[in-house]
C-alpha cells in the first residue's frame, strides 16, 4: 500500500490484539515505612545521597530521568514546587510536599555544599562520572533504590519505577480524581493513568471476599 503496487489493504480486516498490561509492583504502606526508616538511619555522604533519592521518588511520583536532570534553579522551596524535564522533552511541574520539604532544605544546607559542583541536585561524588555536569546515571539510581530496598529487609524486586507505581496507587486508593493523578505523574493521555485504576478494583474484590 505504501509503494502504491497493492490496490487493497489486505490487513484492514484485522482486529487489533488485546494486550494484558503488565503486573504494576508496588510496595505496601509497612514496606515503604520500612525502607524510609532505613535511609534515614544512614548519615554518611552516599547514605543521606541515597535517603533524598528514595524519598523524592517516593514523595512526587517522579520518573528516575526527572530526578537525575533536575536543577538546583528549577527548585522553588518556598512554593514547595519544581521543574522537571519529563518525557520527550515536556517540562513540567511537580509538587514537593511538606515531608520531602524538610529532606531538601537540610540536604541542601549539610550535604549538597560538599558534593562536586554541577547545576544539578543530585551531584554524584563517584570518581569516574560519565554523565553531563557530573550527575548520576540511570544505573546510578537504580543501585541506590535497590540497595535501600535490599538493605531495609524488603523483599522483592527495587527499582525507581516501582516508588512511581506506589506513589500513582496510593493516590488512587485515596479517591483522588484520575485527572488530577494524571498532572501529578505528568502522562500525556489519561489512558496512561486508568492502568492504575485496577489496582482499586482489586481492593474492592478484596474487601468483599473477606466478608465470606
Given at each position: 500500500m505504501?509503494?502504491?503496487r497493492?490496490?487493497?489493504?489486505?490487513?484492514?480486516?484485522?482486529?487489533?490484539?488485546t494486550?494484558?498490561?503488565?503486573?504494576?509492583?508496588?510496595?505496601?504502606?509497612?514496606?515503604?515505612?520500612?525502607?524510609?526508616?532505613?535511609?534515614?538511619?544512614?548519615?554518611?555522604?552516599?547514605?543521606?545521597?541515597?535517603?533524598?533519592?528514595?524519598?523524592?521518588?517516593?514523595f512526587?511520583?517522579?520518573?528516575?530521568?526527572?530526578?537525575?536532570?533536575?536543577r538546583?534553579?528549577?527548585l522553588d522551596?518556598?512554593?514547595?514546587?519544581?521543574?522537571v524535564?519529563?518525557?520527550?522533552?515536556?517540562?513540567r511541574?511537580?509538587?514537593?510536599?511538606?515531608?520531602?520539604?524538610?529532606?531538601?532544605?537540610?540536604?541542601l544546607?549539610e550535604?549538597?555544599?560538599?558534593?562536586p559542583?554541577?547545576?544539578?541536585?543530585?551531584?554524584n561524588?563517584?570518581?569516574?562520572v560519565?554523565?553531563?555536569?557530573?550527575?548520576?546515571?540511570p544505573e546510578?539510581?537504580?543501585?541506590?533504590?535497590?540497595?535501600a530496598?535490599?538493605?531495609a529487609?524488603?523483599?522483592?524486586?527495587?527499582?525507581?519505577h516501582?516508588w512511581?507505581?506506589?506513589?500513582?496507587?496510593?493516590?488512587?486508593?485515596?479517591g483522588v480524581?484520575i485527572?488530577?493523578?494524571?498532572?501529578?505523574?505528568?502522562?500525556?493521555?489519561?489512558?496512561?493513568?486508568?492502568?492504575?485504576?485496577?489496582l482499586?478494583v482489586?481492593?474492592?474484590?478484596?474487601?468483599?471476599?473477606?466478608?465470606?
Open positions: 505504501r509503494t502504491g497493492a490496490g487493497t489493504d489486505p490487513t484492514a480486516g484485522l482486529e487489533s490484539p494486550v494484558r498490561p503488565p503486573d504494576i509492583d508496588v510496595y505496601r504502606p509497612e514496606q515503604v515505612e520500612t525502607i524510609l526508616a532505613h535511609t534515614a538511619s544512614l548519615d554518611d555522604q552516599r547514605g543521606r545521597l541515597r535517603d533524598v533519592i528514595v524519598r523524592s521518588l517516593r512526587t511520583g517522579m520518573r528516575s530521568v526527572e530526578l537525575r536532570t533536575l538546583l534553579d528549577a522551596l518556598a512554593a514547595g514546587e519544581a521543574r524535564r519529563g518525557k520527550a522533552e515536556r517540562w511541574t511537580v509538587v514537593l510536599p511538606p515531608p520531602l520539604l524538610a529532606t531538601l532544605e537540610q540536604f544546607a550535604v549538597r555544599p560538599g558534593l559542583d554541577s547545576p544539578l541536585l543530585l551531584s561524588p563517584a570518581r569516574l560519565t554523565t553531563e555536569h557530573r550527575g548520576f546515571g546510578a539510581v537504580h543501585r541506590e533504590v535497590e540497595l530496598g535490599r538493605d529487609g524488603v523483599p522483592g524486586r527495587h527499582f525507581p516501582r512511581r507505581h506506589t506513589f500513582a496507587t496510593e493516590l488512587v486508593r485515596a480524581d485527572h488530577v493523578v494524571q498532572r501529578l505523574l505528568g502522562h500525556a493521555s489519561v489512558q496512561s493513568t486508568v492502568h492504575y485504576t485496577h482499586a482489586d481492593d474492592l474484590k478484596r474487601s468483599v471476599a473477606g466478608l465470606w
